[in-house]
Each structure stands twice: as C-alpha cells, then as structure tokens.
C-alpha cells in the first residue's frame, strides 16, 4: 500500500479543495430549499445533501431543488 505522501504527492494540492455536508430529516427539505437559493452560482465548495426521506420521494427533491437553486443538483 502506498504511503499517504507518496498517494497524494500527484494531486493538485495548489488551492484546497472544501466539502460542505448537510444532513437533515423531517423538517430538512423546507430549510435547504432556503439555503441553497442563496448562495451563488459559482459557489466553490461542492455540497452533499444526506436528506433522510422515503425513495419515493428523493427523486422529486432533487428535481425541486434542481429547479430552485443556481447550481446543478445530481442526484444518486
């Protein structure tokens, strides 16, 4: 196994990459439908959303906040 210095010492390290997480459930979906509005377009960080809903439903989620938000939203 490579060493950790070794394994990253090819990324580019120039400008740090930031994650944002948010995790939610039953009150969730209302409060990210204000947040990522509000943000920018070309804002930098990438965000992951762990929303806890029924299968069902997430699909239809990803496609509001699609619809709502300036940035792409994927959904997986």
């Known amino acids: 196994m490579p060493s950790p210095s070794s ?3 090819s990324l580019n ?17 209302s409060h990210i439908q204000k947040i990522l509005p509000a ?9 992951l959303i762990a929303q806890h809903m029924g299968n ?3 699909s239809s989620f990803a496609s509001r906040l699609d619809s709502a938000v ?3 939203v994927v959904y997986f």
């Open 56 to 58: 069902a439903y997430l």
């Open 13 to 29: 390290t120039s400008e740090p990459k930031k994650l944002i997480l948010l995790g939610s459930s039953t009150a969730g979906p």
């Open 7 to 9: 394994s990253t010492a």
């Open 39 to 47: 943000l920018p377009a070309n804002y930098a960080p990438t965000i």
């Open 70 to 72: 300036p940035m792409r």
